[in-house]
């Protein structure tokens, strides 16, 4: 398994440069962010060469899962709207009225063009993989744990927005990993939750969700709210998804 997982990520970054590279040389599609499905080529290429694997992606919409949908949809929104409010009447550094309450069609769709292309990667391979192995909590660990490097162009704006957003992706990736727990890792969950992720933080103004102070506010808060649901979900999190 491990040297699965090493192969897949040196496939991941391998896949993100040159996506990257190939984007930033021609302007390719420049509403989109293509290094975004680094993650999901790598992925769908182990597939390919390891089929004795016997993974596969489940991508269903299905009625006995409305109940995850909407988690997946109210949690990345709720949880940011407690940051986003922490963070105005703490530092008084952002108003109600500079939030933009309705993304735009360029924005609805960009997000979610570049959810898909990651998390058929983190959530349709590496955490499937890692779960046969290891219970829910470890899994969610490990992927949160390379998921965050994956991030590497975020840690230009300081160690402070580091942290916080370290601490954003370890809380992303356990709620994600509890709500999924019980449908095989469907990716419309994963995927819904990681659009709603970014359309949560589109409402903040650029500066200010390139602030070390917001960045914090998010990583605290989701750290502090996948303690509590780790707390109070022990077993659902010792056992294999």
Known sequence: MILRIALYYLLTFFFTMVLGGIQQETGLLPQLILPQWGPGIAAILM??????????YKFEFKRGQIKE????????????????TALIFVTRQLSFSQLSIIPSIAVL?????????????????????????MNLFW????????????????FQYGTAFAIGFIMA??????FISYISKGT??????????????NLANSVVPTNTLLSSEFMLSLGIVWAVAALILILNQ????????
């Open 139 to 154: 899994s969610s660990i490990v992927t949160a744990s390379l998921w965050a490097p994956w991030h590497i162009g975020n």
């Open 69 to 84: 949908y909407i988690l997946s949809i109210l949690y990345p929104f709720g949880i940011t709207a407690i940051a986003t």
């Open 109 to 133: 769709g960009s997000t979610l063009f570049g959810s898909i292309g990651e998390e058929i990667g983190w959530r349709g391979y590496l955490q499937p993989t890692l779960n046969k192995k």
């Open 47 to 56: 597939l390919l060469f390891f089929r004795k694997d016997k993974l596969s």
């Open 184 to 197: 095989k890792f469907n990716l419309v969950i994963p995927v819904l939750f990681h659009w709603s992720i």
């Open 169 to 174: 992706i370890f809380g992303y990736t356990f």
């Open 234 to 241: 022990r077993k659902a999190f010792e056992k294999k998804a």
